[in-house]
């Protein structure tokens, strides 16, 4: 919410771009696949930080992206202390992979047909690498290492990423 618990600089953006333009904003947090939903059934006005594919440009409407990131796989050393060798997606099929469901990959990772563990949030697909339940998971590389040190703050020296970025095979 605008005047409730700070929503981040993304949101901050949005708001004062929405404010600029004379209109009120009201920011509510929804699961990734919801947000979409809401905005296509005309319930919300929109919705972000979405990336665009070829699916979502038949429905949405897109913004020029308001900024780049860069997504890697993250893995736990305790489980993998070798690393991992990744240079396209099949390179992964032998491995248990985390995704969140609704992030722009979905469509990539069904099409090469990793095993992949969908959650709803990130702080699950954190846990999960943690525990050795899924072996790698894709995420933007601040984010990602912002929930890793916020949940497990003693042991931030056991997850590493892939020198590979995630992107579109």
């Known amino acids: 919410m605008e005047n409730g618990p ?14 600029e333009a004379g209109m009120k904003t009201r920011i509510v947090f929804y699961p990734w696949v919801r947000g979409e939903n809401e905005v296509r059934n005309g319930k919300l006005f929109a919705t972000f930080p979405y990336r665009k594919n070829d699916e979502r440009a038949k429905t949405y409407n897109f913004s020029d992206p308001l900024y780049r990131y860069t997504a890697k796989f993250f893995y736990n050393k305790r489980f993998n202390p070798q690393g991992m060798t990744y240079n396209r997606l099949e390179d992964l099929l032998p491995y248990r ?54 949940l497990f703050p003693d042991s931030v020296d056991q997850f590493a990423s892939l020198a590979s970025p995630l992107e579109e095979p």
């Open 97 to 150: 992979v985390g995704g969140e469901y609704g992030f722009w990959y979905e469509p990539w990772f069904k099409k090469v047909g990793l095993k992949v563990d969908w959650v709803t949030n990130i702080d699950q697909s954190i846990r999960m690498l943690q525990s050795g339940r899924i072996d790698v998971y894709p995420e933007e590389v601040n984010t990602a290492w912002y929930y890793i040190r916020k």
């Open 6 to 19: 700070d929503p981040g600089p993304l949101a901050a953006v949005i708001i004062a771009a929405f404010r």
